[in-house]
């Protein structure tokens, strides 16, 4: 399907249909954030809002009066270029997204935090120290699914197998009395969960939505069990110690964000960048994406193509491990029911807005991690109903992949079994 417009030279434009919907949901997109930038500008007395940029740091202050009208300004300009067609694709148009992006972000911030009529004004801290934190698990499970699916096979049961990797990573650093040694326990329990996805996927072509929910119960009732079972005295592990990388750390503003957290953290830092080079700079990982568009060309040319899903799936069951181990040893210690909360199935949208490849993933995953610390930090302010607070997250993940995403193409044999003629 396609569109035409009559140019100034009398000549007919034809545009693809696909262009056309593309630049009605930018329309949308930057009107909305033009409208509520302006509503916050407008909404706003005094937009002088407290600050904390660093654990231990005195309270500074700053006004956003003109930032507010430079928002509203930026989100106006973009929604020009949207009117008359001429946001451009590819690097600058996400920079045009990022920058509208970062425009709302501020200018809600600056609504939020400003008009405060008490003597002790709540002081916006620094979220970006949290926003790496609490993306991890998210970033981590988005490896998996990335590896998973550029094989050809759903990985759904992400969330199982973060359920699984919190608890053996509990019990492991109970056990040992070490929470490094958590991480290797939650790892382990991972591949286990993903040895049953290969087994019914690969050998017996069980169609993979449906394994996903199974594996996802299986987990859910395996380690609600285990925690009714097991005495509690097995369920107090230590949490990981932030590790300061010397110079690196004293960066300012970054330092204290990337280079002052846990080996965890550390751990997702390396994953990213090996998926990454795996997939796109080596022989393993052409023949995977080979795998996963097209198997039988990939079998012809002598490639076993179950063999490399299967080890896809196990490296993506060890990420997603890992990832399951930050919400017991990487953060609250002991487990409790539902350890995961969801946050699999947010990895798996991270996954899709990221258009399956590991550094759009990793930036998707933090922005949920992002939405998730401002819900912590929003908490003490009375403006937005806590309902409201707690289901942003998931808000923010449907309109990301529901309006920004908009037509995407996974790998052509996503989810397909192979068998070999």
């Given at each position: 399907m396609t569109a035409a417009a009559i140019t100034e030279e009398g000549t007919v434009d034809i545009r693809d249909r696909a262009d056309v919907v593309r630049q009605i949901r930018q329309l949308v997109v930057f009107a909305i954030v033009a409208v509520l930038t302006l509503v916050f500008w407008l909404s706003t007395e005094d937009a002088v809002i407290p600050y904390r940029l660093g654990e231990g740091e005195d309270v500074s202050t700053f006004?956003?009066?003109?930032?507010?009208?430079?928002?509203?300004?930026?989100?106006?300009?973009a929604l020009g270029l949207a009117a008359?067609?001429?946001?451009?694709?590819?690097?600058?148009?996400?920079?045009?997204?990022?920058?509208?992006?970062?425009?709302?972000?501020?200018?809600?911030?600056?609504w939020s935090y400003g008009d405060q009529m008490t003597e002790t004004p709540t002081a916006l801290l620094n979220p970006l120290p949290g926003t790496v934190r609490l993306s991890t698990p998210l970033i981590l499970g988005a490896m998996a699914g990335c590896l998973c699916e550029r094989a050809g096979v759903i990985n759904l049961a992400i969330e199982g197998q973060m359920l699984v990797g919190a608890y053996f990573a509990a019990l492991a650093a109970t056990v040992v009395s070490s929470a490094t040694f958590g991480l290797v326990g939650g790892l382990v329990a991972g591949v286990a969960l993903s040895v049953l996805l290969g087994f019914f996927a690969l050998r017996y072509q069980m169609n993979q939505v449906v394994l996903g929910v199974v594996l996802i119960a299986l987990a859910t009732g395996l380690t609600d069990f285990l925690l009714s079972q097991l005495p509690r005295e097995l369920n107090e592990p230590e949490i990981l110690q932030r590790i300061a990388i010397p110079v690196l750390s004293d960066i300012p503003l970054l330092g204290p964000t990337l280079f002052d957290q846990n080996l965890l953290v550390y751990l997702m830092y390396v994953a990213v960048a090996g998926s990454t080079l795996l997939l796109f700079e080596t022989r393993w990982g052409l023949r995977v994406r080979a795998v996963g568009e097209h198997p039988k060309a990939a079998d012809t040319v002598g490639i076993k193509v179950n063999r490399l899903r299967w080890q896809a799936v196990l490296l993506g069951g060890a990420m997603a491990g890992l990832g399951g181990a930050y919400f017991t040893?990487?953060?609250?210690?002991?487990?409790?029911?539902?350890?995961?909360?969801?946050?699999?199935?947010?990895?798996?949208?991270?996954?899709?807005?990221?258009?399956?490849?590991?550094?759009?993933?990793?930036?998707?995953?933090?922005?949920?991690?992002?939405?998730?610390?401002?819900?912590?930090?929003?908490?003490?302010?009375?403006?937005?109903?806590?309902?409201?607070?707690?289901?942003?997250?998931?808000?923010?993940?449907?309109?990301?992949?529901?309006?920004?995403?908009?037509?995407?193409?996974?790998?052509?044999?996503?989810?397909?079994?192979?068998?070999?003629?």
């Open positions: 006004d956003g009066a003109v930032a507010l009208v430079l928002c509203f300004l930026l989100a106006l300009v008359v067609n001429r946001v451009p694709r590819g690097w600058a148009g996400t920079l045009i997204y990022l920058a509208v992006g970062l425009a709302f972000v501020l200018s809600f911030l600056i040893v990487g953060s609250t210690g002991s487990f409790d029911s539902n350890a995961s909360a969801g946050n699999g199935f947010i990895a798996l949208a991270a996954v899709i807005m990221g258009r399956w490849h590991p550094i759009g993933a990793t930036l998707s995953a933090c922005l949920f991690g992002f939405c998730f610390t401002l819900q912590a930090q929003l908490a003490f302010l009375d403006k937005i109903p806590g309902e409201l607070l707690r289901a942003s997250p998931y808000l923010v993940t449907l309109i990301a992949v529901a309006g920004f995403v908009g037509r995407v193409r996974p790998p052509a044999a996503d989810g397909e079994p192979y068998v070999k003629g």
